[in-house]
């Protein structure tokens, strides 16, 4: 059974070294409001901070909206002049997972529900998804999807950003933006498929490859080489780094102990 997060808007449940983490507010299009935000800050710390957790996997409720933005209802009612504060960053857009996270695209995905897409580490998208970046509709604005420059064409930025046009699963797939796009009945068990394959592998090496993509992203090659020599360094390290090759030889499964 799921646990139910900040008043049952977020639910999370593990198994098999997967976190299930589902925004739930299908009423609401899974509209991201105080609620939801504090669900997932308990969600990522859950996350990072249990050793049983491989992978996490992000996804909304229902089968119309992974999460249509922030909610524009709450938002009016604050009146905030500026991003709103409960929208400012979070533990997995700063950095503060380590593990990686895949978002399991279940509907729309427009303007914050974009940027949770963003945050993830991974992409999978039901052939009915589409993304949108919709603050130019509504004089709201984006920072947040600054780093968009380097997940896909800056020319392909910049139309999203302008026209407030959504794109379809497809495309965002021919952008690099997703990694698979499935039939919508398929999209939990491709989801987890891809997290049992990550969840198999040696934890400290899949953690530093999400760090050194993150870390190195857009800088000059011997820059990126130093920055990923030390973020392996550990890894080479680690006892893990001597049960790899020890079961390989023995000709048995390795029993990695993320250390």
Known sequence: MADQLAADAVLFEVSDGVAWVTINRPEARNAVNQAVTEGLAEAWDRVESDDDIAVAVLTGAGEAAFSAGADLKEMAARAERGLPSHLAGSRLADGGVTKPVIAAVNGVAYAFGFNLVMQCDLCVAADHA?????????????????QLGWLIPPRVAMELLCTAEPISAQRAYELGLVNRVVPASQLKTTAAELAAAIAANAPLTVRAGKAMVRSTAGLPPAEAAAIADEIYQPVYASDDAQEGPRAFAEKRPPRWQGR
Do not use: N, Y
């Open 130 to 146: 589409r993304f949108g970046i919709l603050e130019a509709k509504v004089g709201r604005g984006s920072p947040w999807a600054a």
